[in-house]
């Protein structure tokens, strides 16, 4: 299974944490095959959709500031741009139901998928009008809230602007500033073009590859909607953010409050596996899954237990985290012992 694992993914990063914070890493294959730049703990990754944790993290803490009420429709804080039913009528669509996938919002067919970094600007915007290829239908409230589970980038594109129309600023910059900054992490960004600029130049941001396991065009796509899949970081970084949410659930966290830890990790009505930004599982555990054209990795918190393990990888590998081997190697690391 070690060969079938690194013959699959270019390069594979790996951190496991327990109870007493204690975190075991392991590195494998390359970050950038075409320059022979080995992976090691400094290694950043495409984090993928494990970034609706992070925008959940985000909402979260202005709820906590009483910015926002996560049960009021999200167009109460939205100012120009709003989302409407499909019928032309303003859409009454919680912030909770759009943090957990139930706000009745459906992404364009082959969506969110393909932007390439010399590509015309796609801005947000463009995404939930649905005027480019990269989003090909209106973001609306197509079916009522709360009736359907539909995973849903665009949902994250509606909260990225409403946490930017809130605070006044640029989404990579706030997320920087509430949760990156306070939490002491160094390598782990929002992919705006100016971060991408400046940590290319470090030489530490893995180069993505295709299904066909060709180098993707420009190695990093550009990720217009950050609130969705624009997060880059390490497994030791994520496990660092895991850390401090379960110890928020515990009630010993000074950067989050128990009340909104709970908020997020409990089962949603009539959807028993979806919190807020989180998937629930068996045996305790919390789990966040990423997925894209440039990388696969996983994030799993057991909350009973405390261990936390993350995988993260630079290659679409075509199939999802159960039959790649990526589950398995984030559950026991039986794929590469």
Request: aromatic share 8%; with cysteine.
């Amino acid at each position: 299974m070690k060969t079938q694992m690194t013959e699959r993914f270019p390069g594979i990063s790996c951190a496991w944490m327990n109870a007493e914070g204690k975190i075991t890493t392991e590195y494998y294959g390359t970050a950038d095959r075409e320059s022979h730049i080995p992976v090691d703990e400094n290694t950043m990754f495409p984090a993928c959709s494990i970034s609706k944790f992070i925008t959940a993290l985000c909402v979260m803490k202005l709820r906590e500031q009483k910015r926002i009420d996560t049960d009021k429709p999200v167009n109460d804080y939205l100012k120009g741009w709003k989302l409407l039913k499909t019928d032309g009528s303003g859409s009454s669509a919680s912030i909770r139901s759009l943090l957990c996938h139930t706000g009745g919002i459906l992404d364009g067919e082959d969506a969110f998928y393909g932007l390439r970094r010399n590509d015309p600007e796609v801005t947000l915007t463009d995404i939930l009008e649905g005027k480019t290829a990269y989003n090909n239908r209106p973001v609306r409230e197509e079916k009522p809230q709360g009736t359907a589970f539909e995973y849903s980038d665009a949902g994250y594109c509606v909260l990225q602007l409403m946490l930017q129309e809130v605070t006044g600023k640029e989404y990579a910059d706030l997320v920087r500033e509430i949760i990156f900054e306070p939490l002491g992490l160094k390598n782990t960004f929002f992919a705006s073009p100016a971060n991408v600029e400046a940590f290319e130049k470090t030489g530490r941001m893995a180069a993505g590859y295709d299904d066909q396991n060709r180098l993707i065009p420009g190695k990093y796509p550009r990720v217009p909607d950050l609130a969705a899949s624009g997060l880059w970081s390490t497994p030791t970084d994520l496990a660092l953010i895991a850390k401090e949410f379960i110890t928020a659930l515990q009630g010993r966290s000074g950067f989050l409050g128990k009340e909104d830890a709970e908020e997020m990790a409990a089962p949603v009505e009539g959807f028993p596996w979806t919190g807020l930004g989180l998937f629930v599982e068996g045996d305790n555990t919390l789990a966040s899954r990423g997925w894209g054209e440039n990388g696969q990795c996983i994030l799993k918190m057991k909350y009973d237990t405390e261990d936390i393990s993350v995988v993260m990888t630079n290659r679409n590998p075509g199939m999802d985290q159960a039959s790649s081997g990526v589950e398995c190697l984030a559950d026991n690391r039986c794929c590469l012992n």
